[in-house]
Protein backbone atom coordinates (compact mmCIF):
# COMPACT_ATOMS: atom_id res chain seq x y z
CA UNK A 1 0.00 0.00 0.00
CA UNK A 2 1.14 3.47 -0.90
CA UNK A 3 0.17 6.84 0.38
CA UNK A 4 0.00 8.35 -3.31
CA UNK A 5 -1.73 6.91 -7.14
CA UNK A 6 0.90 5.23 -9.19
CA UNK A 7 3.00 7.19 -10.62
CA UNK A 8 2.87 5.72 -14.70
CA UNK A 9 1.66 7.74 -17.10
CA UNK A 10 -0.23 5.31 -19.19
CA UNK A 11 -1.81 2.66 -16.92
CA UNK A 12 -3.74 5.20 -14.91
CA UNK A 13 -5.50 6.75 -17.89
CA UNK A 14 -6.44 3.19 -19.55
CA UNK A 15 -7.89 1.95 -15.97
CA UNK A 16 -9.79 5.28 -15.37
CA UNK A 17 -11.30 4.97 -18.30
CA UNK A 18 -12.75 1.40 -18.05
CA UNK A 19 -13.70 2.24 -14.48
CA UNK A 20 -15.36 4.81 -16.02
CA UNK A 21 -17.20 2.78 -18.07
CA UNK A 22 -17.87 -0.05 -15.84
CA UNK A 23 -19.71 3.16 -14.00
CA UNK A 24 -21.65 4.13 -16.49
CA UNK A 25 -20.71 7.60 -18.60
CA UNK A 26 -23.01 9.88 -16.65
CA UNK A 27 -22.11 8.67 -12.82
CA UNK A 28 -19.84 10.04 -11.20
CA UNK A 29 -17.55 8.10 -9.01
CA UNK A 30 -18.12 7.04 -5.79
CA UNK A 31 -15.12 7.86 -3.19
CA UNK A 32 -14.16 5.08 -1.09
CA UNK A 33 -14.26 6.05 3.27
CA UNK A 34 -13.09 4.09 6.08
CA UNK A 35 -15.70 2.93 6.41
CA UNK A 36 -16.04 0.99 3.23
CA UNK A 37 -12.49 0.32 3.82
CA UNK A 38 -13.21 -1.16 7.26
CA UNK A 39 -16.23 -3.56 5.76
CA UNK A 40 -14.00 -4.21 2.43
CA UNK A 41 -10.72 -5.73 5.10
CA UNK A 42 -13.72 -7.80 6.91
CA UNK A 43 -14.18 -9.85 3.81
CA UNK A 44 -11.43 -9.81 1.46
CA UNK A 45 -12.13 -12.56 -0.49
CA UNK A 46 -14.65 -10.67 -1.96
CA UNK A 47 -13.69 -9.56 -5.54
CA UNK A 48 -17.29 -8.10 -6.05
CA UNK A 49 -16.99 -5.53 -3.67
CA UNK A 50 -13.34 -4.59 -4.46
CA UNK A 51 -14.34 -4.00 -8.24
CA UNK A 52 -17.47 -1.96 -7.23
CA UNK A 53 -15.85 0.15 -4.18
CA UNK A 54 -12.40 0.81 -6.34
CA UNK A 55 -14.54 1.77 -9.57
CA UNK A 56 -16.18 3.89 -7.61
CA UNK A 57 -19.54 2.34 -8.27
CA UNK A 58 -22.90 3.53 -6.04
CA UNK A 59 -23.26 -0.07 -4.37
CA UNK A 60 -26.94 1.86 -2.94
CA UNK A 61 -28.18 3.15 -6.51
CA UNK A 62 -27.10 -0.22 -7.83
CA UNK A 63 -29.10 -2.39 -5.31
CA UNK A 64 -31.99 -0.30 -5.92
CA UNK A 65 -31.89 -1.00 -9.24
CA UNK A 66 -31.16 -4.74 -9.13
CA UNK A 67 -34.94 -4.36 -6.84
CA UNK A 68 -32.80 -5.34 -4.04
CA UNK A 69 -32.24 -1.91 -1.99
CA UNK A 70 -29.92 -1.74 1.55
CA UNK A 71 -31.80 -1.48 4.39
CA UNK A 72 -29.65 0.14 6.80
CA UNK A 73 -27.85 3.70 7.24
CA UNK A 74 -28.32 6.18 9.53
CA UNK A 75 -31.33 8.58 10.12
CA UNK A 76 -31.69 11.98 9.85
CA UNK A 77 -32.12 12.74 13.21
CA UNK A 78 -29.24 10.70 14.33
CA UNK A 79 -27.03 12.78 11.49
CA UNK A 80 -28.36 15.83 12.72
CA UNK A 81 -27.71 14.54 16.00
CA UNK A 82 -24.20 13.62 15.35
CA UNK A 83 -23.35 16.63 13.66
CA UNK A 84 -24.87 19.03 16.62
CA UNK A 85 -22.46 17.02 18.93
CA UNK A 86 -19.53 17.27 16.49
CA UNK A 87 -19.37 20.97 16.62
CA UNK A 88 -19.82 20.99 20.60
CA UNK A 89 -16.90 18.91 21.06
CA UNK A 90 -14.79 21.38 18.41
CA UNK A 91 -16.09 24.53 19.08
CA UNK A 92 -13.71 27.40 20.77
CA UNK A 93 -10.71 26.35 19.11
CA UNK A 94 -11.37 22.68 19.74
CA UNK A 95 -10.10 23.51 23.59
CA UNK A 96 -12.43 20.63 25.04
CA UNK A 97 -11.26 18.53 22.29
CA UNK A 98 -7.34 19.45 23.25
CA UNK A 99 -8.30 19.31 27.13
CA UNK A 100 -9.50 15.29 26.55
CA UNK A 101 -6.78 14.42 24.06
CA UNK A 102 -4.50 16.04 27.30
CA UNK A 103 -6.07 14.20 30.21
CA UNK A 104 -6.92 10.80 28.68
CA UNK A 105 -3.57 10.27 26.59
CA UNK A 106 -0.85 12.85 27.00
CA UNK A 107 -1.16 14.18 31.05
CA UNK A 108 2.41 14.57 31.53
CA UNK A 109 3.17 17.22 29.15
CA UNK A 110 1.95 20.89 28.73
CA UNK A 111 -1.70 21.22 28.98
CA UNK A 112 -3.11 23.10 25.85
CA UNK A 113 -3.37 26.52 25.78
CA UNK A 114 -5.69 29.13 24.48
CA UNK A 115 -3.58 29.65 21.93
CA UNK A 116 -3.52 25.74 20.19
CA UNK A 117 -2.90 26.04 16.69
CA UNK A 118 -5.99 24.86 14.21
CA UNK A 119 -4.72 25.17 10.67
CA UNK A 120 -6.73 25.89 7.70
CA UNK A 121 -6.85 22.45 5.76
CA UNK A 122 -8.82 24.33 2.92
CA UNK A 123 -7.98 23.62 -0.67
CA UNK A 124 -9.21 22.56 -3.80
CA UNK A 125 -10.74 18.66 -4.46
CA UNK A 126 -9.17 15.74 -2.46
CA UNK A 127 -5.57 15.48 -3.84
CA UNK A 128 -5.61 19.60 -2.84
CA UNK A 129 -6.33 18.86 0.76
CA UNK A 130 -4.31 15.56 1.48
CA UNK A 131 -1.19 17.94 0.26
CA UNK A 132 -2.51 20.47 2.40
CA UNK A 133 -2.89 18.00 5.02
CA UNK A 134 0.53 16.94 5.14
CA UNK A 135 2.02 20.30 4.49
CA UNK A 136 0.25 21.09 8.20
CA UNK A 137 1.44 17.68 9.48
CA UNK A 138 4.80 18.66 9.07
CA UNK A 139 4.27 22.10 10.20
CA UNK A 140 2.60 21.27 13.46
CA UNK A 141 5.53 18.32 14.31
CA UNK A 142 8.25 21.11 14.01
CA UNK A 143 6.46 23.31 15.66
CA UNK A 144 6.22 21.39 19.03
CA UNK A 145 2.67 22.85 19.96
CA UNK A 146 -0.75 21.35 20.41
CA UNK A 147 -2.36 21.52 17.07
CA UNK A 148 -6.17 20.46 16.11
CA UNK A 149 -6.23 19.33 12.33
CA UNK A 150 -10.26 19.77 11.99
CA UNK A 151 -11.49 17.00 9.21
CA UNK A 152 -8.12 16.68 7.76
CA UNK A 153 -7.71 14.76 4.14
CA UNK A 154 -5.62 11.51 4.42
CA UNK A 155 -4.82 9.56 1.33
CA UNK A 156 -4.03 5.65 1.10
CA UNK A 157 -4.17 3.20 -1.94
CA UNK A 158 -5.58 0.01 -1.50
CA UNK A 159 -6.13 -2.63 -4.37
CA UNK A 160 -4.50 -0.09 -7.08
CA UNK A 161 -6.94 2.53 -6.37
CA UNK A 162 -6.31 5.64 -4.24
CA UNK A 163 -8.68 6.27 -1.21
CA UNK A 164 -9.43 9.79 0.54
CA UNK A 165 -10.35 9.54 3.89
CA UNK A 166 -11.67 12.30 6.50
CA UNK A 167 -11.03 11.37 9.55
CA UNK A 168 -13.52 13.93 12.33
CA UNK A 169 -9.83 15.26 13.94
CA UNK A 170 -6.06 14.56 13.79
CA UNK A 171 -4.15 16.30 16.92
CA UNK A 172 -0.59 16.63 16.88
CA UNK A 173 1.39 16.13 20.12
CA UNK A 174 4.23 18.77 21.52
CA UNK A 175 6.31 15.54 20.83
CA UNK A 176 4.97 15.41 17.94
CA UNK A 177 2.88 12.15 18.32
CA UNK A 178 -0.34 12.27 16.29
CA UNK A 179 -3.51 10.99 17.39
CA UNK A 180 -6.78 9.71 15.77
CA UNK A 181 -9.26 11.18 17.16
CA UNK A 182 -13.52 9.50 16.89
CA UNK A 183 -16.27 11.36 17.42
CA UNK A 184 -19.64 9.43 17.87
CA UNK A 185 -23.22 10.01 18.72
CA UNK A 186 -23.68 6.88 20.76
CA UNK A 187 -23.85 7.13 24.24
CA UNK A 188 -21.00 6.49 27.05
CA UNK A 189 -22.69 5.15 30.05
CA UNK A 190 -20.88 4.95 33.14
CA UNK A 191 -17.52 5.38 31.30
CA UNK A 192 -18.52 2.32 29.19
CA UNK A 193 -20.17 2.01 25.33
CA UNK A 194 -21.83 -0.69 23.28
CA UNK A 195 -19.21 -3.04 22.63
CA UNK A 196 -20.59 -3.63 18.84
CA UNK A 197 -20.15 0.21 18.08
CA UNK A 198 -16.91 0.55 19.88
CA UNK A 199 -15.12 -2.31 17.78
CA UNK A 200 -17.21 -0.72 14.55
CA UNK A 201 -15.47 2.71 15.65
CA UNK A 202 -11.59 1.19 16.60
CA UNK A 203 -11.87 -0.84 12.80
CA UNK A 204 -13.00 2.55 10.91
CA UNK A 205 -9.85 4.27 13.40
CA UNK A 206 -7.58 1.60 12.11
CA UNK A 207 -8.03 2.67 8.41
CA UNK A 208 -7.51 6.46 9.20
CA UNK A 209 -3.67 5.35 11.53
CA UNK A 210 -2.86 3.43 8.42
CA UNK A 211 -2.90 6.50 6.06
CA UNK A 212 -1.49 8.42 8.75
CA UNK A 213 1.47 6.36 8.71
CA UNK A 214 1.94 6.95 5.25
CA UNK A 215 2.66 9.93 5.62
CA UNK A 216 4.61 9.90 8.74
CA UNK A 217 6.89 7.91 7.15
CA UNK A 218 8.51 10.97 5.57
CA UNK A 219 8.78 13.29 8.45
CA UNK A 220 11.34 13.09 10.69
CA UNK A 221 9.98 12.97 14.26
CA UNK A 222 6.60 12.12 13.91
CA UNK A 223 5.21 9.05 14.95
CA UNK A 224 1.76 7.57 15.09
CA UNK A 225 -0.15 6.44 17.75
CA UNK A 226 -1.95 3.53 17.53
CA UNK A 227 -4.30 4.51 20.90
CA UNK A 228 -7.76 6.81 19.84
CA UNK A 229 -9.24 8.98 21.18
CA UNK A 230 -13.23 8.25 21.00
CA UNK A 231 -15.12 10.96 22.23
CA UNK A 232 -19.06 10.49 22.75
CA UNK A 233 -22.24 12.18 25.14
CA UNK A 234 -21.96 11.42 28.55
CA UNK A 235 -24.40 9.10 29.92
CA UNK A 236 -27.98 10.98 28.73
CA UNK A 237 -26.68 14.11 28.21
CA UNK A 238 -24.82 16.09 25.03
CA UNK A 239 -21.80 16.49 27.83
CA UNK A 240 -18.37 15.10 25.59
CA UNK A 241 -16.27 12.63 27.49
CA UNK A 242 -13.85 10.12 26.42
CA UNK A 243 -12.00 6.69 26.71
CA UNK A 244 -9.08 5.82 25.33
CA UNK A 245 -9.14 2.80 22.34
CA UNK A 246 -6.18 0.53 22.04
CA UNK A 247 -6.05 -0.78 17.82
CA UNK A 248 -3.36 -2.43 17.17
CA UNK A 249 -5.30 -5.91 16.90
CA UNK A 250 -7.56 -3.53 14.57
CA UNK A 251 -4.64 -1.86 12.56
CA UNK A 252 -3.00 -5.87 12.16
CA UNK A 253 -5.64 -7.23 10.89
CA UNK A 254 -7.19 -4.05 8.38
CA UNK A 255 -3.61 -3.83 6.74
CA UNK A 256 -3.13 -8.06 6.29
CA UNK A 257 -6.43 -8.09 5.13
CA UNK A 258 -5.99 -4.80 2.70
CA UNK A 259 -3.01 -6.25 1.83
CA UNK A 260 -4.20 -9.55 0.04
CA UNK A 261 -6.90 -7.58 -1.46
CA UNK A 262 -6.81 -8.41 -5.33
CA UNK A 263 -5.70 -5.50 -7.62
CA UNK A 264 -8.63 -3.37 -9.15
CA UNK A 265 -6.97 -3.61 -12.63
CA UNK A 266 -7.00 -7.04 -12.33
CA UNK A 267 -10.23 -7.57 -11.30
CA UNK A 268 -11.44 -5.19 -14.52
CA UNK A 269 -9.07 -6.89 -17.39
CA UNK A 270 -11.19 -10.21 -16.33
CA UNK A 271 -14.43 -9.04 -17.51
CA UNK A 272 -15.57 -8.75 -20.89
CA UNK A 273 -15.72 -6.20 -22.77
CA UNK A 274 -18.88 -3.51 -22.91
CA UNK A 275 -19.93 -5.34 -19.59
CA UNK A 276 -21.14 -2.00 -17.17
CA UNK A 277 -22.83 -1.79 -13.85
CA UNK A 278 -25.11 1.72 -15.03
CA UNK A 279 -28.07 1.64 -13.27
CA UNK A 280 -29.69 3.18 -16.05
CA UNK A 281 -29.70 -0.35 -17.76
CA UNK A 282 -32.08 -3.15 -16.95
CA UNK A 283 -32.77 -5.52 -13.92
CA UNK A 284 -31.72 -8.15 -16.05
CA UNK A 285 -28.85 -6.54 -17.51
CA UNK A 286 -27.67 -5.77 -14.39
CA UNK A 287 -27.83 -8.77 -13.01
CA UNK A 288 -25.86 -10.57 -15.21
CA UNK A 289 -22.94 -8.31 -14.95
CA UNK A 290 -23.07 -8.79 -11.02
CA UNK A 291 -22.90 -12.11 -11.72
CA UNK A 292 -19.78 -11.75 -13.86
CA UNK A 293 -17.76 -11.11 -10.53
CA UNK A 294 -17.13 -13.22 -8.18
CA UNK A 295 -18.84 -12.70 -4.74
CA UNK A 296 -17.84 -14.11 -1.01
CA UNK A 297 -21.27 -13.93 0.68
CA UNK A 298 -21.48 -13.93 4.19
CA UNK A 299 -24.46 -13.12 6.84
CA UNK A 300 -22.40 -10.17 7.93
CA UNK A 301 -22.97 -8.31 4.70
CA UNK A 302 -26.32 -7.44 5.62
CA UNK A 303 -24.72 -4.89 8.27
CA UNK A 304 -21.76 -3.45 6.03
CA UNK A 305 -22.85 -3.80 2.03
CA UNK A 306 -25.87 -1.97 0.52
CA UNK A 307 -26.02 -5.34 -2.53
CA UNK A 308 -26.16 -8.10 0.96
CA UNK A 309 -29.83 -8.66 -0.33
CA UNK A 310 -29.11 -9.09 -3.59
CA UNK A 311 -25.98 -11.53 -2.48
CA UNK A 312 -28.05 -13.31 -0.21
CA UNK A 313 -30.90 -14.05 -2.59
CA UNK A 314 -28.45 -15.35 -5.16
CA UNK A 315 -26.66 -17.98 -2.87
CA UNK A 316 -29.86 -19.12 -1.52
CA UNK A 317 -30.79 -19.61 -4.91
CA UNK A 318 -27.64 -21.45 -5.81
CA UNK A 319 -27.82 -23.36 -2.40
CA UNK A 320 -24.87 -22.44 -0.97
CA UNK A 321 -23.32 -23.41 2.32
CA UNK A 322 -22.05 -19.19 2.35
CA UNK A 323 -25.35 -18.24 3.43
CA UNK A 324 -25.41 -20.30 7.14
CA UNK A 325 -22.42 -18.25 7.79
CA UNK A 326 -18.26 -18.48 7.69
CA UNK A 327 -18.15 -20.69 10.71
CA UNK A 328 -20.79 -23.42 9.19
CA UNK A 329 -18.73 -22.89 5.50
CA UNK A 330 -15.52 -23.22 7.46
CA UNK A 331 -16.64 -26.62 9.04
CA UNK A 332 -18.04 -27.95 6.08
CA UNK A 333 -14.42 -28.23 3.84
CA UNK A 334 -15.27 -29.12 0.50
CA UNK A 335 -19.05 -29.60 1.16
CA UNK A 336 -20.03 -26.05 -0.89
CA UNK A 337 -23.44 -26.83 -1.05
CA UNK A 338 -26.39 -27.20 1.46
CA UNK A 339 -28.08 -30.32 -0.57
CA UNK A 340 -24.21 -32.29 -0.45
CA UNK A 341 -24.26 -31.31 2.93
CA UNK A 342 -27.72 -33.29 3.45
CA UNK A 343 -26.53 -36.00 1.52
CA UNK A 344 -23.36 -36.79 3.50
CA UNK A 345 -25.53 -36.53 6.58
CA UNK A 346 -27.72 -39.46 5.29
CA UNK A 347 -25.02 -41.49 3.99
CA UNK A 348 -24.52 -40.70 0.43
CA UNK A 349 -21.27 -38.85 0.48
CA UNK A 350 -18.16 -40.18 0.32
CA UNK A 351 -16.84 -42.36 2.55
CA UNK A 352 -13.35 -41.39 2.35
CA UNK A 353 -13.89 -37.50 3.45
CA UNK A 354 -13.85 -36.98 6.66
CA UNK A 355 -16.33 -34.12 6.81
CA UNK A 356 -19.10 -36.67 5.35
CA UNK A 357 -18.48 -38.80 7.39
CA UNK A 358 -18.88 -36.76 10.77
CA UNK A 359 -22.17 -35.46 9.51
CA UNK A 360 -23.37 -38.86 8.87
CA UNK A 361 -22.38 -39.82 12.68
CA UNK A 362 -23.32 -36.69 14.02
CA UNK A 363 -27.01 -37.39 12.11
CA UNK A 364 -27.34 -40.71 13.40
CA UNK A 365 -26.39 -39.45 16.89
CA UNK A 366 -29.56 -37.22 16.60
CA UNK A 367 -31.26 -39.49 15.52
CA UNK A 368 -30.98 -41.56 18.15
CA UNK A 369 -31.13 -39.08 21.04
CA UNK A 370 -35.07 -38.01 19.15
CA UNK A 371 -36.06 -41.48 19.75
CA UNK A 372 -34.84 -42.19 23.15
CA UNK A 373 -36.62 -38.59 24.28
CA UNK A 374 -39.65 -39.69 22.22
CA UNK A 375 -39.85 -43.57 24.25
CA UNK A 376 -39.12 -42.10 27.39
CA UNK A 377 -42.44 -41.50 29.34
CA UNK A 378 -43.19 -37.99 30.04
CA UNK A 379 -42.93 -36.70 33.76
CA UNK A 380 -46.60 -35.61 34.93
CA UNK A 381 -46.36 -31.79 35.88
CA UNK A 382 -48.64 -31.06 38.44
CA UNK A 383 -50.50 -27.47 38.17
CA UNK A 384 -49.65 -24.79 40.35
CA UNK A 385 -52.21 -23.77 42.54
CA UNK A 386 -54.21 -20.27 41.74
CA UNK A 387 -52.64 -17.49 43.35
CA UNK A 388 -55.16 -16.76 46.60
CA UNK A 389 -54.40 -12.74 46.23
Not at 105 to 112: G, K, N, R, T, V
Request: include cysteine; aromatic fraction near 4%; proline fraction near 7%.
Amino acid sequence: MSSYPPSSTTQPTTLRQRLAGLRGPAVQPRPLDARALAALAANPGCGRRALLDGAGVDKNALATALGSPAAFGQSQFAIVRGNSFEAKVKGDGGAELLRLVHGHLDPAAEPPGAGARVPDLTAAGPEGRAARTALALREATAASEWTLLDHPMLALEVAGSPAYLEPDAVVVHPDGRWTVVEIKSFPMIDAAADAAKVGAAARQAAVYVLALERTAEKLAGAEVGHTVLLVCPKDFSNLPTAAPVDIRRERAVTRRQLDRLTRVEELAAALPEGLTFDPERTAEELAEAVSAVDAAYAPECLAACELAFHCRERARAADEVTALGRSVRGELGALTTVEEALAAASGAGCAEDPTAAALHRAARLRAEALELAAARPRRHVPESPECPC
